[in-house]
């Protein structure tokens, strides 16, 4: 070819991948005038940022416009062509890169247009040169060129137009011109052809006629050593292979395409770099990938900084807005949500810089998405809003998606007038624009909220629309989630037959599906209908398979929405299971189901705890390697996201032998976690015990841990009814109790008045709402009781509530007696309740039964310590503290947080950051301890040396009592949050991270009988589990405690003072009695205290562990 030619594909490539954006440069600065250039002129100018410069060359018909360009700052943005002297009349584009030629063969005579656009950064210098020569009699190969130019330039622009009409116009144009260079035996401009065929035809989705097209152009640009057109054509082909969900081959083909694109020099290579890593991120990503897919994400910001060096800084900034939206997406997947929202909160900063609207405000629909599931709603809505504020006028796809969200965030709130307001508004943009699939989604939420209104009718109506919508669809997966919604449906308007076979075709498609989740809560509603319907047997054999079910699917739940989602059904069918087991108990009282259920109740225990746990397994590190408990936690997200790879074959019914392979790796990845679990417990015992429970079965229990003087009271609260066994060493009996609503809402009650300060001056309220509570948990055991020690194992919310206080009985029969006067406490005017039960009775809580027997073996297995005791009290919370007098640092007037975990416990606890206050009767309780014990037998820490560094650092397992009295959480809502806060400032004003976190507890080496948790605070979500409580203590005795006091509210220091004091006394004192007996005497010797009778002062403070 003539040397004055650049090369066919540099220019085909700059029409696939410009002219959109040339369109919309040329329709600017109308008010421009171009300025006029001779035949064969050359000129060097410079531009400045933001400016446009406009050209004319007059041409006439038959002759050659040759355009040579070149500047390392600048780009020619299109070199625009017209019919007439109008220039803003165009009717074809073209564009030069930095350096390069452009040949036009003038159809008609008349004036042709050049554009330069300034791009690249501001503070470039931006300088060009521009040479333009008009040739009467162009060489046959330059008039062969150029004519291919044009044509290709004509179907490009049809590409471009996008219409269906216009994309089948240019499928004929393409074809015709494939053929006609297969005639004259020109191989490039055949392949030429077939890759602009290619596009096209994966743009009409016509696939295989796609792949042909590619593989025609391929063969020709690899025989040609083409490194940048063997690139595009490699990531169409995988866009393809990716569209199919054939992530795996889609992956082979990018990773082909990135050493070709990294062989190009220019700056567009470096941005398709970026563009291929995205691709090959996200084929990763849905191949269940995700470590891989980060690693491309990170190298794709790697290369838009490196094209910030001479590239667009517009187009630079929404590359990292992609980067950073997709690793929001990727940890948003994998449950780690504060992650996520970084990331998507960069993404819209970033794509704001871009000026790329549609993505920003596409942004803050994602953040409100998680915004939602973190349950903090207010920032859900402010961030719906903003995007509302950008679609609202659009009624595009982005406003239906964030207004089905929005409706479903009213839904959460209980707002369901708003929620069916926002829900048909999205309903009826999605019917306008086809979106069949998002009708249906939509249509199952509007379902949702109708039922939980109890509108079953309306619920059916919606759930039939959308079911009709998923057959159509093909979607077998979300047709079995319909199916079950509307057996649910049915289920409550006692429509069994109708129920039943709704329940049964969606268990046919969740089986086929492999929808094993769904599969066990399908099992779980037809074991509903069975018991509802007398089946009891039937009811049985169907939650004993949900729950089979649900353990084998609890290693690949790892999204932390689906999480929840899983938790709250595994309880309910242990809940549910339960239920059948006393059920058959009734039917038959000899058969020992009542035994049966008391197990699958301590089976349900063990469970939630684990899963508590699951939240911080990698840092339960004591004795197992970091990369073994990593090795586990990776697999686990592996797991989860091959289902969800799965779960979308089966979506979009992909090819049999992608699901085959599926399958395969699922079952691979199930072995592999068992190995690596296997390994786990042989490196560490004391890991596998905590998190692989041996359950004890009732008689274990009254055989090798139960005396003849206690007796274990075991709680399980359910929907409809609720349970109590009261084990002795000779009996095991079990009693029927109301729905966990009636209980727990008198529960509430009393924990609410007795911490309520103002409650004081109202004991008659107090006294009733705790009789009230007394009679729902306590009445049908009131003859057992007598005045045996009671271990207590609580369920929800009746963790939080001191069984101490409840009042037992009316009359005077074993009531404490005043020492002075011989008169019945309760006899006295300002007696407030009832003969409590803590003056009867020594009152020991648990866990769970099982525990017990942890308790013992490990208790056994342990060295006495050397010392006594070690005490950590008084720490620095604020700047303004008086201890801080002498430095002369700013105050802000605010708690010094420098922990985001400690921010976000304080406010699940219901404090703000402003309001940890000094503890300054903490010292007086540590001091009273100190002369009943020697100085070589005790560690003091106060003050600013009452921090989480000294505490990490010493060696606490040389103590046998450990006390600290600062601030405790209890989070109900995160109980991974659930901690102790120590100094969060140092001598010198500085801020410090003091708070120590439930992982961290679980780390420590202890080796105590005791650990006293004198000042926590507690914070009761609407759903109440009691795990915030269970896992702080069960931290501890993981760590090597027996027994942990801690306070159920947050108490007067000065009550808490006096209570330690006599605490201290009795346990440390002449009598040296146990823990849980000098608890309870020093209750009782504030009972007697006018002052301190109120049981707000001394009911909080509740023993966990092992009485002994």
């Known amino acids: 070819m003539n040397s004055r030619l650049t090369s066919l594909p540099l220019l085909i490539l700059l029409w696939t991948a410009c002219l959109s954006a040339a369109q919309g440069v040329a329709a600017q600065s109308d008010a421009a005038k171009p300025q006029s250039l001779s035949p064969n002129q050359s000129l060097q100018t410079e531009i400045k940022y933001g400016e446009q410069h406009f050209y004319q060359v007059y041409v006439a018909q038959g002759q050659l416009l040759r355009i040579d360009f070149s500047s390392a700052e600048v780009l020619v943005e299109a070199v625009v062509v017209s019919d007439s002297h109008d220039w803003k009349q165009r009717d074809g584009l073209l564009k030069l890169p930095a350096a390069g030629k452009v040949l036009y063969l003038a159809e008609k005579t008349g004036w042709q247009i050049i554009c330069v656009n300034r791009k690249g950064k501001k503070e470039q210098q931006g300088r060009y040169s521009l040479n333009v020569q008009v040739e009467a009699h162009p060489t046959a190969e330059e008039h062969t060129y150029a004519v291919a130019q044009q044509q290709l330039g004509r179907v490009w622009s049809l590409y471009y137009q996008g219409t269906e009409e216009a994309l089948t116009q240019a499928i004929i144009k393409g074809e015709e011109l494939r053929n006609t260079w297969r005639q004259r035996q020109n191989q490039r401009y055949e392949a030429t052809a077939a890759y602009f065929l290619g596009e096209t035809y994966k743009s009409k989705e016509q696939f295989p006629a796609a792949l042909e097209a590619f593989q025609h152009a391929l063969i020709y640009f690899q025989a040609e050593n083409i490194p940048r057109y063997q690139a595009i054509i490699l990531t169409s082909m995988g866009q393809i292979y990716a569209t199919w969900s054939d992530y795996a081959r889609a992956s082979e083909f990018y990773q082909q395409a990135l050493p070709l694109w990294r062989q190009g020099d220019e700056t567009a290579s470096i941005n398709m770099i970026g563009w291929n890593l995205l691709n090959l991120g996200h084929a990763y990503r849905a191949y269940g990938e995700w470590a891989k897919a980060i690693e491309c994400y990170q190298q794709a910001h790697q290369c838009y900084e490196e094209y910030s060096l001479t590239g667009s800084t517009t187009e630079q900034a929404r590359g990292f807005g992609i980067v950073a939206a997709s690793l929001g997406s990727i940890y948003l997947a994998r449950g780690e949500k504060q992650t996520a929202l970084t990331y998507l909160k960069q993404a819209v900063e970033h794509f704001k810089q871009g000026q790329n609207a549609e993505n920003e405000y596409a942004m803050y629909g994602r953040i409100g998405d998680v915004y939602s599931s973190l349950g903090e709603y207010d920032q859900a809505r402010g961030s719906y809003e903003q995007a509302l504020q950008h679609y609202r006028q659009t009624k595009s796809l982005h406003e239906a998606t964030i207004l089905n969200s929005y409706g479903n965030l009213h839904r959460l709130t209980g707002a369901y007038e708003p929620a069916i307001e926002k829900l048909n508004q999205s309903l009826t943009i999605r019917r306008q624009l086809g979106?069949?699939?998002?009708?249906?989604?939509?249509?199952?939420?509007?379902?949702?909220?109708?039922?939980?209104?109890q509108q079953y009718q309306q619920a059916l109506y919606a759930y039939r629309e959308a079911q009709e919508l998923w057959q159509d669809i093909g979607d077998k997966y979300s047709q079995g989630y319909t199916l079950n919604y509307l057996g649910l449906a049915n289920y409550e308007l006692k429509e069994t037959a109708q129920a039943r076979e709704f329940f049964q075709q969606a268990l046919v498609l969740r089986r086929a599906t492999n929808d094993r989740e769904g599969e066990a809560n399908t099992r779980y509603n037809l074991a509903r209908l069975d018991f509802e319907t007398g089946k009891i047997q039937a009811a049985r054999q169907q939650i004993e398979a949900a729950l089979t079910l649900s353990e084998s699917v609890r290693a690949t739940v790892v999204n932390e929405d689906l999480r929840a989602s899983y938790l709250a059904s595994v309880r309910d069918y242990y809940e549910f299971y339960v239920s059948v087991l006393m059920r058959l108990h009734q039917l038959e009282p000899s058969a020992g189901h009542h035994k049966e259920a008391f197990k699958v109740s301590e089976m349900a225990r063990a469970r939630s705890l684990l899963e508590i746990l699951s939240e911080n397994r990698l840092a339960?590190?004591?004795?197992?390697?970091?990369?073994?408990?990593?090795?586990?936690?990776?697999?686990?997200?592996?797991?989860?996201?091959?289902?969800?790879?799965?779960?979308?074959?089966?979506?979009?019914?992909?090819?049999?032998?992608?699901?085959?392979?599926?399958?395969r790796e699922l079952q691979a990845l199930t072995s592999e976690l068992k190995e690596i679990r296997s390994q786990i417990t042989t490196a560490s015992p004391h890991y596998a015990e905590l998190t692989q429970y041996q359950l004890l079965e009732a008689e274990q229990l009254q055989k090798q841990l139960l005396d003849a003087n206690s007796l274990l009271l075991a709680y399980t609260l359910g929907q409809e009814r609720s349970y109590l066994w009261a084990i002795s060493q000779d009996q095991v009996a079990s009693y029927e109790l109301p729905g966990r609503e009636i209980i727990e809402a008198a529960a509430r009650q009393s924990y609410e008045l007795l911490q309520s300060r103002h409650e004081l001056s109202d004991p008659q309220k107090l006294n009733e709402s705790l009789m009230t509570l007394s009679k729902l948990v306590l009445s049908p055991v009131r003859e057992k009781l007598k005045q045996q020690r009671l271990l207590i194992v609580a369920d929800g919310a009746l963790q939080y509530v001191p069984f101490g206080a409840l009042p037992v009985s009316r009359d005077e029969v074993g009531r404490m007696r005043d020492e002075k006067s011989g008169v019945a406490v309760i006899n006295h005017p300002s007696s407030l309740i009832p003969h409590p039960l803590i003056v009867d009775h020594e009152i020991t809580n648990l866990p769970s039964a099982t525990l017990l027997a942890a308790l013992r073996h490990e208790t056994s297995l342990r060295k006495k310590p050397e010392r006594t005791i070690a005490v950590f009290a008084d720490p620095v919370f604020d700047k303004d503290d008086v201890r801080?007098?002498?430095?002369?640092?700013?105050?802000s007037g605010r708690l010094v947080t420098s922990s985001p975990a400690l921010t976000q416990a304080l406010r699940d606890v219901d404090v703000s950051e402003s309001s940890l206050p000094r503890l300054p009767f903490t010292r007086r309780e540590a001091e009273a301890i100190i002369p009943l014990v020697s100085a070589a037998q005790r560690k003091t820490a106060f003050d600013f040396a009452a921090n989480r560094e000294t505490l990490l650092q010493s060696d606490l397992s040389q103590y046998r009592i450990l006390h600290f009295a600062t601030h405790g959480l209890l989070n109900s809502k995160h109980p991974e949050l659930s901690g102790l806060v120590f100094s969060l400032v140092d001598e010198t004003g500085k801020s410090k991270d003091g708070f120590l976190r439930l992982h961290e507890i679980y780390n420590l080496k202890l080796n105590a009988d005791l650990v006293v948790l004198s000042a926590c605070q507690t914070g009761l979500g609407k759903e109440i589990r009691g795990e915030g409580l269970i896992g702080l203590t069960r931290g501890f005795m993981y760590a090597g405690a027996s027994n942990v006091i801690s306070s159920l509210w947050k108490v007067n220091d000065k009550a808490t003072s006096e209570l330690m004091k006599a605490f201290y006394q009795e346990l440390l004192?002449?009598?040296?009695?146990?823990?849980?007996?000098?608890?309870?005497?020093?209750?009782?010797?504030?009972?007697?205290?006018k002052r301190w009778e109120h049981p707000s002062y001394w009911a909080a403070f509740a023993l966990q562990g092992d009485w002994q």
């Open 435 to 453: 979106d069949r699939r998002g009708q249906a989604l939509t249509l199952t939420n509007l379902g949702a909220v109708f039922a939980s209104q």
């Open 620 to 663: 339960l590190r004591q004795g197992i390697s970091p990369l073994l408990l990593k090795q586990e936690q990776d697999l686990q997200q592996r797991l989860n996201a091959k289902a969800e790879y799965q779960r979308a074959l089966q979506n979009k019914k992909a090819a049999a032998e992608l699901l085959t392979a599926a399958e």
């Open 884 to 891: 801080l007098a002498s430095v002369k640092a700013p105050s």
């Open 1069 to 1089: 004192g002449a009598k040296k009695q146990s823990p849980a007996a000098a608890l309870r005497a020093a209750q009782l010797t504030l009972l007697k205290q």
